[in-house]
């Protein structure tokens, strides 16, 4: 009955000890973005002509360990209020009720969780975004590199406009603002503590 006793003991210090060693593992991985130095932006095309603009208000909960992919998560929150394309007159039109309605839909939310090595700092992700209640995977292409206890994760996605609604009455047709958007990314991220 005692050495019973031991042995339960024996596996419950174990088990208690894997699980903190995984919290630690996690923990390590974890980042937290710099927000100043991070930007978010997108290419689109009205009138045959290209036009950037970006997101000024975004959050990332980065978990990423080159060395344990099955552990890493990306998960990002973003105001759709806050695009900015330098032109007033367009910004009011992108956040109306025909393109991103904002009012309605005041945040878009990424979340990957399956990612692959591509070698070297290279890798890639599947993850779901969510745009106007609508949720489709998007695929991501990034690189990751790490110094001194900061990180930079730069990279590109591509998604049509259309398959999350946005584009409603006159705006669907794709001869004045075209369905491909290509998002870029530059996170700046600092090491938790």
């Given at each position: 009955?005692?050495?019973t006793?031991h042995?339960l003991?024996?596996?419950?210090?174990a088990?208690?000890?894997?699980?903190l060693?995984?919290?630690a593992?996690l923990?390590a991985a974890?980042?937290?973005l710099?927000?100043k130095e991070?930007?978010l932006?997108f290419v689109?095309e009205?009138?045959?002509?290209?036009?950037?603009?970006s997101?000024d208000?975004f959050?990332a909960?980065?978990?990423f360990?080159?060395?344990?992919l099955a552990a890493?998560?990306f998960?990002v929150k973003?105001?759709?209020?806050?695009?900015n394309?330098?032109d007033?007159?367009r910004?009011?039109?992108?956040?109306?009720p025909d393109l991103f309605?904002?009012?309605?839909?005041?945040t878009?939310?990424?979340?990957?969780d399956?990612?692959?090595?591509?070698?070297g700092?290279?890798y890639?992700?599947t993850?779901?975004?969510?745009?106007r209640?609508?949720t489709?995977?998007?695929?991501?292409?990034?690189?990751?590199?790490s110094?001194?206890?900061?990180?930079?994760?730069?990279?590109?996605?591509?998604?049509?406009?259309?398959d999350f609604g946005?584009?409603q009455g006159?705006w669907?047709?794709t001869?004045?603002?075209?369905n491909?958007?290509?998002?870029?990314?530059?996170l700046?991220?600092?090491?938790?503590p």
């Amino acid at each position: 009955m005692i050495a019973t006793s031991h042995r339960l003991a024996a596996r419950l210090v174990a088990g208690f000890s894997a699980g903190l060693a995984a919290v630690a593992a996690l923990a390590a991985a974890q980042w937290s973005l710099q927000p100043k130095e991070s930007k978010l932006t997108f290419v689109g095309e009205q009138a045959g002509a290209q036009f950037e603009g970006s997101f000024d208000k975004f959050t990332a909960d980065i978990s990423f360990d080159p060395k344990d992919l099955a552990a890493s998560r990306f998960d990002v929150k973003i105001d759709t209020a806050s695009v900015n394309t330098q032109d007033g007159e367009r910004d009011t039109t992108i956040k109306s009720p025909d393109l991103f309605d904002v009012k309605r839909f005041p945040t878009a939310h990424y979340v990957a969780d399956k990612f692959a090595d591509k070698g070297g700092n290279k890798y890639s992700a599947t993850g779901k975004l969510t745009l106007r209640n609508v949720t489709k995977d998007v695929p991501i292409d990034f690189t990751f590199e790490s110094k001194d206890g900061g990180a930079w994760l730069k990279g590109t996605a591509k998604i049509k406009r259309l398959d999350f609604g946005v584009g409603q009455g006159e705006w669907k047709d794709t001869s004045t603002v075209g369905n491909d958007v290509q998002v870029r990314f530059a996170l700046r991220l600092k090491g938790a503590p």
